[in-house]
């Protein structure tokens, strides 16, 4: 019930090797290198998801699937055409996410400016921010034994809160700012207590609940964007006010070249991990989350309130959603929010907060990977679809989240502790 | 209050059924109450709604004083609630919940349909509910199948997308639309098959790889919608014909719902009957469920419950995948992305609103399928004074209340989604 879990195995830990032979470095590194740990586990599952997903490029691609039909007369032709595939696809996605490698070439000709060299990268943490925050919305529910799918609904109410303050106060910079975030987190921590409240109250699944809120906070949105009071004054599409310019977040780099469009939300968003962190590991509160995660019959008994804690910990995780909202609408949305600019940053961070393993610094990286993903993904279309990032999360999270179906796969050892998976509740 | 009850051991009473039958009761009261006055203070006294059996009598209209009917409803809504209140037989319970919720449903049906220009075209309006109910009802016996045996199949959602996208492929490349059909199915039965590998043999958490399935369906069949869009041809809409029963679809209401539908509405129909016949009529019926319950002791008693429980899964997606066909075939649709729009999960939710049960899901997903229905002819209409948004959120907003309203205590069964392992006996 907890958030990691020892699962143990049929199979026991090898008993060591023979009394003779020593520890080496090697032979220790080359043991960790064939053992089912969380380390190896995440490695190895990124890799399998990579050659998965190379092998769906491969057989959807007309061309290539039509050097198959004589692989066994001409396979060269086969293996070329697959492997160049593979090679072009995969280096959009490094060029789109991280370093494009025609602009370094015009870089060190002189015709590129050091601001062009970083965008792929300013791309890359522009679509990391709102994931930080929508994976520890998962990540702190996970640690209380809670599944919140909700963060997709959390984070429009967000996003809406941080709008609608955005641009309908007129205040200096230094306050307006502020205020529109915290606007865009409380409105998400309400709308995220709401599963919190019927769980606790009633007893209602928060995964079925949640998806329910999903889907009304999706309509609401495109209702509400369509009210006068939302609704762009200037263009006929759906699309809403922009907010005002003192409350837009400001661009990190913009000394370098206006393009790169990373802004302070990313700084808002570590300091985000930073407090999940303090908050789980070192405040009572936090002691009260993963107790209930823990053992929540336990827990009660000690004398805490598990229906106040399900609430509390659901507003949280709810508020660090409306987060990602409040960036999005204050930052590349700051132009006016459209039904698109949500993405689906909510449902990816459940992916997030699986591959970081509920753990803050977890979830950090496992967004900067997934926005570089993205990044790469919507520079490299249409030459590669963009659902070939959705794909590859979802199969790299399926190998994290089943460490058992990797270990066999591989024939890995089976760590001394057990391998760990996380968990949610039943019905 | 459930006064017999009290006398039990405190460890084996389920506390929460007093306390749901005042809590629903207090709801149903106030929902009556709030008919009450919506019919005498916000509804005209002239206002009428009119009901036209629109496909067999085209020319019989029949308008009914809408306050007079609304105020009847809502008193049997609010007295429903009042005596859930003072304390109904446990087996009445049941009855008088469905009484309440039907007549409140209606009253606001006559309510939405007072407004000028809006004729409740009784019979297309029956027959369009049942065709929608389908998704919810493969779906959610989908889930049955899995989750009697003990494994939550939260991935429907996934499963369905397999489907509708499988089905549609496949009938363009044979030019079949019954293949294209099996295809579906065989799509929903490899999905689900790698649930239940990794519910069974790997023991993993069946919510959190249901949520990774749907979205690892979600990417894969956009993927290939988006790869396989450049090749022509594979992607067209197919179409399945209406099968009408000569004079028995003349008949007026039964004769449009029943005896003019398509092959998918009698699939559906037979299917709630062997499922119900399959679960509580034959061997592999009470195994599943003994597995679902008690699996140590159906393990004793000789089950193997993994490999049960690792076909039953597998077996369960041939329904859904089959219920993905709905999406495209049954709809003479070609595949789009996300397409199902969440309809999977919603199916879950009837799953639990029909208790688990092959009829009780039935019933459920008529419900879910007639909410959907009126929704789209009112939004169709344009006489709703309820922007089409609202009316959208409809089965969302309904799956919320039953399942936090009327059912926030269902009994799933006990060893739902706990993983078996023969070795922790």
């Known amino acids: ?427 | 209050m459930a006064v017999d009850t009290m006398t039990a051991s405190p460890a084996l009473v389920d506390e929460s059924v007093p306390v749901r039958y005042a809590k629903a009761g207090a709801v149903f009261a106030a929902l009556g109450l709030f008919v009450l006055i919506v019919a005498f203070a916000v509804v005209g006294g002239d206002d009428t709604t009119l009901v036209r059996f629109d496909r067999t009598l085209t020319d019989a209209e029949w308008a009914m004083p809408t306050t007079v009917v609304m105020a009847i409803l809502g008193a049997l809504t609010a007295a429903a609630g009042a005596w859930m209140l003072a304390g109904v037989p446990k087996r009445r319970f049941k009855l008088v919940s469905a009484i309440a919720v039907t007549a409140f449903v209606f009253s606001l049906l006559i309510w939405a349909y007072s407004q000028p220009g809006t004729v409740f075209r009784a019979e297309s309006i029956l027959a369009g509910a049942l065709f929608l109910s389908l998704p919810y009802l493969f779906g959610a016996l989908s889930g049955v199948v899995c989750e009697r045996s003990g494994v939550i199949n939260i991935g429907i959602e996934g499963q369905f997308l397999m489907g509708a996208f499988t089905g549609v492929l496949v009938a363009n490349i044979t030019g079949n639309v019954y293949a294209g059909m099996v295809g579906a199915m065989v799509a929903g039965l490899l999905s689900t098959m790698l649930l239940a590998l990794l519910a069974t043999k790997y023991q993993v958490n069946q919510v959190v790889v249901g949520v990774i399935l749907n979205l690892l369906a979600l990417g894969f069949t956009s993927f290939m919608y988006d790869q396989l869009k450049k090749a022509e041809g594979l992607n067209s809409a197919f179409s399945i014909p209406t099968i009408s029963w000569g004079p028995l679809a003349d008949i007026p209401v039964i004769g449009p719902v029943l005896f003019n539908q398509k092959i998918f509405v009698y699939i559906g129909l037979v299917l709630v009957a062997v499922v119900w016949f399959l679960l509580y009529r034959t061997r592999w019926g009470l195994r599943t469920r003994a597995v679902g319950e008690h699996p140590a002791a159906a393990d004793s008693m000789g089950v193997n419950v993994n490999r049960l429980r690792y076909w039953n899964v597998t077996l369960a997606g041939l329904i859904s995948g089959f219920g993905g066909a709905w999406f495209t075939i049954a709809n003479s649709l070609a595949f789009s992305k996300n397409m199902t729009a969440g309809l999977g999960f919603v199916a879950l939710a009837v799953m639990i609103v029909g208790r688990w049960n092959p009829l009780g899901v039935l019933a459920g997903a008529l419900i879910f399928g007639f909410t959907t229905q009126v929704a789209r002819d009112l939004d169709a209409s344009g006489g709703s004074v309820v922007p089409g948004e609202f009316l959208q959120m409809l089965p969302y907003a309904v799956t919320l209340v039953v399942v936090a309203g009327l059912i926030g205590k269902a009994k799933a069964p006990a060893a739902d989604g706990v993983p078996y392992n023969p070795g922790d006996k």
């Open chain 1, 1 to 427: 019930m907890s958030t990691d879990t020892k699962t143990p195995t049929a199979d026991e830990p090898e008993a060591g090797e023979t009394p003779e032979s020593k520890p080496n470095f090697m032979r220790l590194f080359g043991r960790y290198l064939t053992e089912a740990n969380s380390v190896m586990v995440t490695i190895y599952s990124l890799l399998l998801a990579f050659l998965i997903g190379a092998i769906l490029l491969i057989v959807s691609d007309e061309y290539t699937r039509s050097t198959f039909s004589y692989f066994f007369s001409r396979p060269q032709d086969a293996w070329y055409a697959s492997r160049d595939l593979i090679v072009e696809s995969y280096t959009a996605l490094f060029e789109g996410a991280i370093l494009n490698l025609s602009t370094l070439d015009r870089y060190a000709a002189g015709t590129a400016e050091f601001g062009d060299l970083l965008r792929p990268l300013s791309e890359t943490l522009t679509y990391a921010t709102p994931l930080i925050f929508t994976g520890l919305a998962v990540g702190l529910a996970f640690r209380a034994g809670l599944f919140n799918i909700g963060a997709q609904g959390q984070l429009i109410f967000g996003m809406m809160g941080a709008l609608i303050i955005g641009f309908a106060l007129d205040l200096p910079a230094v306050i307006h700012l502020p205020l529109a975030v915290i606007a865009g987190a409380l409105a998400g921590a309400a709308f995220g207590a709401v599963p919190g409240v019927l769980k606790a109250t009633t007893g209602a699944h928060e995964v079925i609940s949640s998806i329910m809120l999903n889907n009304i906070a999706a309509l609401f949105l495109v209702w509400a964007i369509s009210t006068e009071f939302l609704h762009s004054e200037t263009k006929t599409d759906l699309i809403t006010k922009p907010v005002d310019e003192s409350a837009v977040m400001p661009k990190l780099l913009s000394g370098l070249s206006e393009s790169l469009r990373v802004n302070w939300a990313l700084l808002i968003g570590i300091g985000a991990a930073v407090f999940t962190w303090w908050l789980l590991s070192r405040s009572t509160f936090g002691f009260r989350i993963r107790a209930v995660g823990f053992n929540e019959h336990a827990s009660a008994t000690a004398g805490m309130r598990i229906g106040s804690t399900y609430t509390t910990t659901m507003a949280v995780a709810g508020g660090l959603a409306g987060l990602a909202g409040a960036a999005l609408s204050l930052g590349v949305g700051s132009a006016g929010i459209t039904t698109n600019t949500a993405l689906e940053y909510g449902f990816d961070g459940i992916t997030v907060a699986l591959l970081g393993r509920a753990k803050p610094g977890g979830i950090v990286a496992a967004a900067l990977l997934f926005g570089a993903l993205k990044a790469g993904a919507l520079s490299a279309q249409p030459d590669v679809p963009v659902d070939i990032s959705t794909l590859l999360q979802a199969t790299i999270v399926l190998f994290i989240a089943a460490p058992a179906l990797v270990k066999a796969i591989l024939h890995l050892r089976t760590p001394r502790g057990g391998l760990v998976t996380l968990e949610a509740k039943g019905w």
